[in-house]
């Protein structure tokens, strides 16, 4: 799915249109409303990127206990290998 958006919003915010698409994915990821991999791939950042300009709004990254267990199971399963 595309979004169109006008030239003259995109005058209006002083904003190129990758700009503006890495607003609107820190401001989604910021509300937890997208994940990590999704906010990076609507900036076209790699997640490394997107992580350090997180940091630079101190933007605390979102990493709960069930995370961190899908992850922890995810090492074993490659380990196992």
């Not at 990821?29 to 906010?39: I, K, S, V």
């Not at 267990?69 to 090492?75: C, F, G, N, Q």
């Amino acid at each position: 799915m595309g979004l169109t958006i006008p030239e003259e919003v995109l005058h209006a915010s002083h904003l190129t249109p990758l700009e503006l698409k890495r607003e609107i994915a820190v401001m989604l990821f910021a509300q937890d409303r997208l994940t990590l991999g999704q906010a990076s791939e609507l900036s076209e950042m790699s997640q490394r990127q997107f992580l350090a300009l997180l940091s630079s709004r101190q933007i605390p990254v979102h990493y709960d206990e069930a995370e961190l267990a899908r992850d922890l199971e995810t090492v074993k399963t490659l380990g196992d290998e």
